[in-house]
């Protein structure tokens, strides 16, 4: 089966683009402390790499897309004892009875239905919901994602704000707590021994197919070290985030400056290509003579 069709509604693993790649495989590697041992629903599995990667840890993943060609694909490339996956929509899930999983989630998906889905997407996720179990659903600030950078996504059909997002959910759950998630460039310092307090730390790599999780260790450019005579306490890892963008923000400007330069050269050698045309009638003219 060839790879599918990369429209913009979805995330394909063998995309290129780092900006993407990497909020969409961490969403699921947080996902996967969550789904250990457990039984899993994915809803709006897309091409199913983040089913697959949940099998990896939990009992049983299904995961529910509603295209049939990208549930054709999961299958062929994902599909196993743990996980299988079917064709269905949010607000009409294909999976029958009551309180059957432990975790569903669902990544980058409410904000593509309207209104009325939505709410029958929630009636849905309560519907197979265990007691105690957990809802993981993420979506687009409408604030940071659409508002303040003017930009429209075509899919979208109806975005959150975070407090309008809280309260949407409190509906359905008693206890919602709010993440935020969002990119940044950033520095790391962290302990080469090992030892100490850390953090959760999830690794990708890329590879001829694309971004994948991967083992490999940090390479470090410098080391530093804390001397003391006395015994040193263990010592914390530390992260430092650019809040500006800067560094993003230069690539997209530079990338826009090269979009540019592109289509001035196709005009030009659109004009080229004419005179091209132009001498060569001009030359068959004269050769007549």
């Given at each position: 089966?060839?790879?599918?069709?990369?429209?913009?509604?979805?995330?394909?693993?063998?995309?290129?683009?780092p900006?993407?790649?990497?909020?969409?495989?961490h969403?699921?590697?947080?996902?996967?402390a969550?789904?250990?041992?457990?039984t899993?629903?994915?809803?709006?599995?897309?091409?199913?790499?983040?089913?697959?990667?949940?099998?990896?840890q939990?009992?049983?993943?299904?995961?529910?897309?509603?295209?049939?060609?990208?549930?054709?694909?999961?299958?062929q490339?994902?599909?196993?004892?743990?996980?299988?996956?079917?064709?269905?929509?949010?607000?009409?899930?294909?999976?029958?009875?009551?309180?059957?999983?432990?975790?569903?989630?669902?990544?980058?998906?409410?904000e593509?239905?309207?209104?009325e889905?939505?709410?029958?997407?929630?009636?849905?996720?309560?519907?197979?919901?265990?007691?105690?179990?957990?809802?993981v659903?993420?979506?687009?600030?409408?604030?940071?994602?659409?508002?303040?950078?003017?930009?429209?996504?075509?899919?979208?059909?109806?975005?959150?704000?975070?407090?309008?997002?809280?309260?949407?959910?409190?509906?359905y759950?008693?206890?919602?707590?709010?993440?935020?998630?969002?990119l940044?460039?950033?520095?790391?310092?962290?302990?080469?021994?090992?030892?100490?307090?850390?953090?959760?730390?999830?690794?990708?790599?890329y590879?001829?197919?694309?971004?994948?999780?991967?083992?490999?260790?940090?390479?470090?450019?410098?080391?530093?070290?804390?001397?003391?005579?006395?015994g040193?306490?263990?010592?914390?890892?530390?992260?430092?985030?650019?809040?500006?963008?800067?560094?993003?923000?230069?690539?997209?400007?530079?990338?826009?400056?090269?979009q540019?330069?592109?289509?001035?050269?196709?005009?030009?050698?659109?004009?080229?290509?004419?005179?091209?045309?132009?001498?060569?009638?001009?030359?068959?003219?004269?050769?007549?003579?």
């Amino acid at each position: 089966m060839p790879e599918l069709e990369a429209t913009g509604e979805r995330y394909i693993s063998s995309m290129a683009d780092p900006d993407i790649s990497y909020e969409h495989w961490h969403r699921y590697l947080y996902a996967t402390a969550l789904a250990g041992n457990k039984t899993v629903l994915d809803i709006a599995c897309g091409e199913g790499y983040g089913a697959h990667l949940l099998s990896q840890q939990a009992k049983k993943v299904i995961g529910v897309d509603i295209h049939p060609e990208t549930v054709a694909y999961a299958k062929q490339h994902y599909a196993g004892p743990q996980l299988d996956f079917q064709v269905g929509s949010v607000d009409a899930i294909p999976v029958p009875g009551k309180k059957v999983f432990d975790v569903i989630v669902s990544f980058e998906t409410i904000e593509h239905v309207d209104a009325e889905k939505q709410v029958a997407f929630l009636t849905e996720v309560k519907r197979l919901l265990k007691p105690g179990g957990l809802f993981v659903v993420s979506t687009p600030n409408k604030q940071t994602y659409t508002d303040e950078p003017h930009f429209n996504n075509e899919f979208h059909f109806k975005e959150f704000y975070p407090d309008e997002f809280n309260q949407f959910l409190k509906g359905y759950f008693k206890n919602v707590a709010l993440l935020g998630h969002a990119l940044y460039p950033m520095s790391c310092i962290w302990n080469l021994r090992r030892t100490g307090k850390g953090w959760k730390e999830y690794r990708l790599k890329y590879t001829s197919e694309g971004f994948r999780p991967t083992l490999d260790q940090k390479q470090d450019k410098y080391v530093i070290a804390l001397c003391s005579q006395r015994g040193l306490k263990p010592t914390e890892n530390s992260i430092m985030l650019d809040v500006t963008d800067k560094m993003r923000q230069d690539r997209a400007e530079m990338l826009a400056v090269l979009q540019k330069q592109a289509e001035h050269l196709k005009i030009v050698g659109e004009a080229l290509r004419q005179k091209e045309a132009q001498i060569a009638e001009l030359g068959a003219k004269l050769h007549k003579r």
